[in-house]
């Protein structure tokens, strides 16, 4: 009876995991075995090296991020200043952005029943298809021109706006032909005071994007 039993649990026994040549060959040439784990000694180095190369890192990353930031947001403004030359042109109504640069807000607002942008006068006959708030962006992304020397408007001329933003009743239009109805600039800098400027140059719809690189606009 008790050879029986013991056959039968040899027979169901599972067979041991058959190392590979490669393995055999590896653990003879005094190679780690494939079973071994990892040694305290082993793990604290790897976490060392992994600690020195996050405090190297952070200051670039930290020094980095304010920038992006700063360029995603005026890369947002331009792209916003496209929509909606393209809208006007569209649907056939005018189309403003509004600058709230005390609140650090701008919205793109169309035209109602009248197909006109009318503001103050009819608000409730406008549109407002997007609001955008800078503070979203972190890094003190605001209005403003920061260390830039000069505006972008003209090299010889050192004069900005006050609150960032050039346009009268901060203010920049598209009719439906897609004509810029005026001229004018806005600035965003941030924390790091660096500075990029998003404009409609000339009444011919053109929009333009430039950063300050610490000697002129580009």
């Given at each position: 009876m008790a050879c029986c039993l013991s056959q039968l649990f040899s027979f169901c026994r599972l067979p041991r995991k058959k190392t590979t040549r490669f393995q055999r060959d590896w653990q003879r040439k005094g190679g780690i075995s494939f079973q071994d784990g990892f040694s305290l000694l082993e793990l604290m180095t790897v976490i060392s090296i992994i600690a020195i190369a996050v405090t190297i890192a952070s200051p670039i990353y930290l020094s980095w991020l304010p920038r992006y930031r700063l360029k995603h947001a005026a890369l947002d403004l331009f792209a916003n200043y496209q929509r909606a030359r393209m809208l006007a042109i569209r649907n056939g109504?005018?189309?403003?952005?509004?600058?709230?640069?005390?609140?650090?807000?701008?919205?793109?607002?169309?035209?109602?029943?009248?197909?006109?942008?009318?503001?103050?006068?009819?608000?409730?006959?406008?549109?407002?298809?997007?609001?955008?708030?800078?503070?979203?962006?972190?890094?003190?992304?605001?209005?403003?021109?920061?260390?830039?020397?000069?505006?972008?408007?003209?090299?010889?001329?050192s004069e900005f706006p006050s609150d960032g933003v050039s346009y009268n009743d901060n203010v920049a239009k598209f009719n439906a032909e897609g004509i810029s109805n005026v001229k004018g600039y806005v600035y965003l800098t941030n924390c790091r005071r660096k500075a990029f400027a998003v404009a409609t140059p000339t009444m011919a719809g053109a929009i333009r994007l430039l950063m300050w690189n610490g000697l002129e606009w580009q």
């Open positions: 109504v005018e189309v403003a952005l509004v600058f709230e640069p005390e609140a650090g807000v701008y919205r793109l607002i169309s035209g109602g029943a009248d197909r006109r942008y009318n503001g103050t006068a009819h608000p409730n006959d406008d549109i407002v298809t997007q609001t955008v708030r800078l503070s979203e962006y972190g890094s003190g992304v605001k209005f403003g021109h920061g260390d830039a020397l000069k505006n972008a408007t003209t090299a010889a001329s």
